[in-house]
């Protein structure tokens, strides 16, 4: 009503979002988290279960933006087989080589599953129980979106009866209160929400802000409207453009 655009910083923060992605998947897929717990009590490989191997793996990665499409370069070099979920196909060359499956059939088929989609009315809960239900026996889960996607209680009741195998967060339902059932469990990998958490990323967000509000007080286009707000002036460009 006011006429304010709203301006992010998507570009910044893809890579750093996309490692810890990559980092939560790998460190769930190999069990790392029970482990560090069992060495921290004493127990040099007493008791640790076995991890599994990430090459020939099928990831799920619901919601192929930014994050998503670098999320599938990373995951090239170990021999992960990825398949996405979008609301609409992607050209091939941004697929780069990723099968686009329906929801149904990536839930159901995946031995992975990595969270990229935005909180809105429609995404919340949208992974359930219904929908863990659907999953692979021990399929692993990384949220790297937003917490609220998943119901997290459903989440740890099928982590605790082993349906899921392990999950790595880095956001929640609630935050910063955190599920005690998943704290409880060591086979969950929690960080703090710690997607864009480097003193890089930090530099590139503060500066493609300040790009944003000097063009604004000169009169010029925002470089990154959200995209709620893009139609209100001429096409938007990115970050990276010098000023």
Same mark, same amino acid.
């Given at each position: 009503n006011r006429g304010i655009t709203v301006t992010y910083a998507p570009d910044p923060v893809t890579n750093a979002t996309a490692d810890l992605a990559l980092w939560l998947?790998? /460190?769930?897929?190999r069990q790392l988290n +029970?482990?560090?717990g069992s060495l921290r009590r004493g127990n040099f490989k007493? /008791?640790?279960?076995?991890?599994?191997? +990430?090459?020939g793996k099928v990831l799920g990665i619901l919601g192929m933006g930014r994050i998503g499409r670098a999320l599938k370069a990373r995951c090239e070099p170990f021999g992960i087989i990825t398949r996405y979920h979008n609301r609409s196909e992607l050209p091939p060359d941004q697929a780069a080589g990723a099968t686009y499956v329906s929801f149904e059939k990536l839930i159901s088929e995946?031995?992975?599953i990595s969270i990229n989609i935005p909180l809105n009315p429609q995404t919340r809960h949208l992974i359930g129980a219904e929908q863990i239900t659907k999953m692979k026996d021990g399929v692993i889960i990384v949220n790297t979106a937003r917490g609220a996607v998943i119901d997290e209680d459903a989440l740890a009741e099928a982590l605790d009866s082993g349906k899921i195998a392990s999950v790595g967060l880095d956001v929640y339902e609630h935050e910063p209160m955190i599920n005690e059932r998943l704290l409880k469990n060591e086979r969950a990998l929690l960080v703090p929400?710690?997607?864009?958490?480097?003193?890089?990323?930090?530099?590139?967000?503060?500066?493609?802000?300040?790009?944003?509000a000097r063009r604004a007080v000169l009169g010029e286009p925002l470089l990154t409207p959200v995209?709620?707000?893009?139609g209100?002036?001429?096409?938007?460009?990115?970050?990276t453009r010098d000023v």
């Open positions: 998947l790998l /460190g769930s897929l +029970p482990s560090l007493t /008791g640790v279960d076995f991890g599994h191997d +990430p090459e995946s031995d992975m929400h710690l997607g864009t958490h480097t003193v890089e990323t930090l530099t590139k967000m503060e500066t493609c802000a300040m790009k944003n995209p709620e707000h893009a209100l002036q001429r096409s938007p460009s990115n970050c």
